[in-house]
């Protein structure tokens, strides 16, 4: 290392790549997907209009919907061979079976490294292995081929009946909706990153996508929301809520749901999604209220005092997007074990997007590193 570069742990503050499709400002709590806010796009658009909106770096008309869409729809069919892979394959915890099974479908597919090859040829591959994801989490959880879902309303109602085994109602679908869009993307997070990693190799698209599967994995990452219902659970009623979350962080435990490298004040995703759970006005909802209250001035009080100690200026703990999320899409009818599938059926377009962006311009990634080792003797 030269004495201008830093060791930064976990590459905080080191931009990494430059792109276009979207931006996380931690310290105004804003999230910009390719010039759009992404509150106003989930409230307001389709799953599809903001797949095409990362693709093309605009919105769609009617005409370039309707084609889009159909796109999605037919490339999203699992073959008869894929799906008896699926079916061989959807073994152990929902997503690591998503895993392997996206990886052998890139495998039987026969994907190449993308290196000197067409670039129409792997957007194709790259559209395609994304749009399997609705009918990938549907063998997972049903152990069956994919039932017909017959004029279906797009991406977010076929997942959501893939799951159910019947048509959603519009309100549980536009709740799910709302909740893959606001996770599309989010700048250069854990899962994009290692995907771009991978595609920088020159690597077949499906070894990135799988790449970004396996970091979403991690309960710092994508894994948080199931174990935010565990908590909800665990505490069962409001009056607790105060004690638990005291008993958590006195054992040096993390309260999930909690905290981001990025955001300074409130995660907007995390907003929107407690408002939709208002709207839903489930059971859990003030539970769900009591319980952030009780988390948010513990860790506020732990976070003055420590800065206080330390004389270094209050790193604020907010609530992040997994805490509303499960309280989202529990009410939605989406079983706790399938929360990181979801979750990855809608970041799995955003690491397309960049796996498409990172080869259109690609550097292969080499970081340093500082050694710590003895010197020869
Ligand atoms: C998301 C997360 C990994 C971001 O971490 P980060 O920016 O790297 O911050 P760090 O892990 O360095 O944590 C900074 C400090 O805040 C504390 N902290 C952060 N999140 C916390 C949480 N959810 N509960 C309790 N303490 C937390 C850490 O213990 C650490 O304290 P210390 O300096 O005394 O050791 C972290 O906030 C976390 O683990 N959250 C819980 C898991 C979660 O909700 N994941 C989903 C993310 S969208």
């Avoid at 499709?21 to 799953?47: C, M, Q, W, Y």
């Avoid at 706790?336 to 809608?346: G, I, K």
Wanted: some cysteine.
């Amino acid at each position: 290392m030269t004495s201008e570069t830093k060791f930064s742990p976990g590459l905080e503050g080191v931009v990494a790549c430059e792109t276009r499709l979207s931006h996380v400002d931690g310290e105004a709590g804003k999230l910009i997907f390719s010039g759009h806010n992404a509150v106003d796009l989930a409230e307001n658009k389709t799953v599809e209009e903001v797949w095409f909106l990362l693709r093309h770096n605009r919105l769609p008309d009617a005409k370039e919907l309707k084609a889009f869409r159909a796109k999605v729809e037919e490339a999203g069919k699992l073959t008869e061979d894929e799906v008896k892979i699926a079916l061989k394959l959807r073994v152990g915890e929902p997503l690591s079976a998503f895993r392997s099974i996206l990886s052998a479908i890139a495998s039987h597919r026969k994907l190449k490294p993308w290196l000197n090859r067409d670039m129409s040829e792997i957007d194709e591959e790259i559209l395609a292995l994304s749009a399997l994801a609705p009918q990938i989490v549907e063998v997972i959880h049903k152990g069956k081929r994919p039932i017909r879902k017959a004029r279906n309303n797009g991406y977010a109602e076929r997942y959501l009946w893939g799951i159910n085994g019947r048509r959603p109602d519009a309100e549980a679908v536009q709740a799910v909706e709302t909740y893959l869009i606001l996770t599309m993307d989010h700048g250069m997070n854990a899962s994009t990153f290692s995907a771009r990693v991978t595609a920088s190799t020159g690597a077949d698209v499906g070894a990135a996508i799988t790449t970004g599967i396996g970091t979403l994995s991690g309960p710092l990452h994508g894994g948080a929301p199931g174990p935010v219902l565990d908590m909800l659970d665990g505490i069962g009623e409001a009056d607790k809520a105060e004690q638990w979350v005291e008993d958590q962080l006195t054992g040096g435990r993390r309260i999930m749901g909690f905290g981001h490298r990025v955001y300074r004040t409130d995660d907007p995703r995390a907003l929107t999604l407690r408002r939709v759970a208002e709207h839903q006005s489930g059971f859990r909802v003030d539970l769900a209220r009591e319980v952030e209250k009780a988390v948010l001035d513990k860790l506020s009080e732990r976070q003055k005092a420590k800065a206080a100690r330390l004389g270094v200026a209050v790193r604020p703990l907010r609530v992040n997007v997994e805490f509303w999320t499960a309280v989202v899409l529990e009410h939605a009818g989406i079983p706790r074990e399938l929360f990181s599938s979801t979750f990855c059926t809608s970041r799995i377009i955003g690491w397309g997007e960049h796996v498409r962006e990172q080869i259109g311009n690609n550097k292969l990634f080499r970081p340093l590193s500082e050694y710590t080792g003895p010197d020869v003797e």
